[in-house]
């Protein structure tokens, strides 16, 4: 009997224990439901204030950018610390043009002004690519006439006349050659790294000079006929290069010329640089010579020759072709003119 009443006590005491093992293992998964739900919530609360920040409109950084003004970089001229020749070279330095020769108003029995356009693209015309760097700099003749303003050593005019009236000064060109600055919106990372508050601000772009826009170039001239001489004079006044306007899709749309230089102003600056010579290297010429010796192919645009209206060939000829064969036209009688003087 006692043994029983043992059994009986120690059986109490298991189920006693296993209940309390039970009633433990349940309080710490309870309590981690509670944890678990309130991150829950916390994470739902996160979320809707994220979508509250992305329905309003974005933050926009109201300090404007700094203003800056188009720079015309023509590129750093690094000269040669060695004799960068197989011979001594001082005939380019010390080249002096030679002074025109005198004609006498009532010598000049004839007259009359020409405008030519010279395409860089011809074949002739090849020099005026030349994209090579010398001591002097870049042998573009673009970067020469731009290398020369610059400087000071000439002075440019407003293409507003071709009379040389108007002074235009380097920082009015260099908005023609680069544009205006373009201002325009973009994510500020410093302050929005992330891009959540889509804090935006100001970005200044400024384009930068492409020599490659300059394919065309305008020389103003005049056809003197000495009567004491007895000789036909060209004498270019001056130069104009065009720069091409393209639409948006790439295509040509014009050209227009960004400013004139006096040419007998530039002789003594052109005789100091050398035009390519793809045959001979060493047999170049300077600038001033390819000018005066006539290198260049170019078509006449518009002349004083039965021109009352002081009108472009392309004001009152459409046609391309036959704007060509006007201009062969002028050629002819002014040779013409020449050619009857003489009595064989």
């Given amino acids: 009997m006692k043994n029983r009443i043992i059994q009986f006590c120690l059986l109490v005491a298991v189920i006693g224990f296993s209940a309390e093992g039970v009633q433990a293992q349940r309080k710490p998964s309870r309590t981690s439901s509670k944890r678990t739900s309130t991150k829950k919530t916390s994470t739902n609360k996160n979320n809707t204030g ?3 920040a992305l329905t309003q409109a974005p933050a926009v ?12 970089k023509l590129g750093e ?17 010390e080249r002096i043009p030679l002074s025109y020769e005198h004609i006498r108003e009532d010598d000049a029995v004839y007259r009359q002004r020409l405008w030519r356009e010279i395409d860089v693209h011809e074949k002739m015309n090849l020099p005026f690519m030349y994209k090579a760097d010398d001591d002097n700099g870049n042998q573009r003749f673009i970067n020469i006439l731009l290398g020369s303003l610059k400087s000071g050593e000439i002075t440019a005019f407003n293409p507003v006349d071709d009379r040389f009236t108007t002074p235009i000064t380097l920082k009015e060109i260099t908005k023609q050659l680069v544009g205006e600055p373009l201002t325009i919106q973009v994510p500020d990372w410093s302050k929005d790294p992330d891009g959540s508050l889509g804090i935006l601000k100001d970005s200044v772009i400024v384009n930068e000079f492409n020599p490659e826009e300059v394919e065309k170039y305008w020389v103003k001239e005049e056809v003197v006929f000495d009567k004491e001489s007895s000789r036909l004079h060209v004498r270019i006044l001056g130069i104009a290069p065009l720069k091409t306007i393209k639409n948006t899709d790439g295509s040509f749309r014009a050209v227009t010329p960004l400013f004139w230089v006096y040419y007998p102003d530039m002789r003594p600056l052109l ?31 518009k002349s004083t020759l039965d021109n009352p209206g002081d009108q472009f060939i392309e004001a009152f000829i459409k046609d391309p072709i036959l704007r060509l064969l006007e201009g062969e036209n002028i050629k002819e009688k002014i040779f013409n003119y020449e050619q009857d003087l003489w009595s064989y």
């Fill in 50 to 52: 994220n979508a509250a």
């Fill in 61 to 72: 950084d109201t300090t404007p950018a700094a203003p800056v003004e188009p720079e015309l």
């Fill in 77 to 93: 001229t690094r000269k040669s610390l060695r004799n960068d020749n197989a011979i001594e070279r001082n005939l380019v330095k």
């Fill in 271 to 301: 005789a100091r640089y050398e035009a390519y010579n793809g045959k001979n290297f060493g047999a170049r010429m300077s600038w001033e010579e390819l000018f005066e010796s006539r290198m260049f192919a170019s078509r006449i645009i």
